[in-house]
Nanobody, 121 residues
């Protein structure tokens, strides 16, 4: 079974950048699509970005506006999410998840426990 562990969250000031990491436990990691999601207080979980096993990226247009970049480091079984110019509305628990494709949240079979990002001055 695939286990995912997110890290890199914390308290940051508006305008700063952050890199979140999603580390996978299994060597079969390369066969999965990995997505980043977030859930802000009082809101539903939303997908930010997803990278397929072939390296193809699917971005959510409502969220990005050029401030999020997803990348994958195969040899370390890790997927990163870099967030630029953080805003208070980016405050959320950020999750990574793994599934067969990047078609949607329901295709994700494995989830990490999340890492909290708080943007505040």
């Amino acid at each position: 079974q695939l286990q995912l562990v997110e890290s890199g969250g914390g308290l940051v000031q508006p305008g700063e950048s952050l890199r979140l990491s999603c580390a996978a436990s299994a060597s079969s990691f390369e066969g999965y699509a990995i997505g980043w999601f977030r859930q802000s207080p009082g809101k539903e979980r939303e997908r930010i970005s997803c990278i397929g096993h072939a390296g193809d990226v699917t971005n959510s247009p409502d969220v990005l506006k050029g401030r999020f970049t997803i990348s994958r480091l195969w040899k370390e079984n890790t997927v990163y999410l870099r967030i630029f110019n953080l805003k208070p509305e980016d405050t959320a628990v950020y999750y990574c998840a793994a599934g067969a494709t990047c078609d949607g949240e329901r295709d994700m079979n494995y989830w990490g426990k999340g890492t909290l990002v708080t943007v505040s001055s």
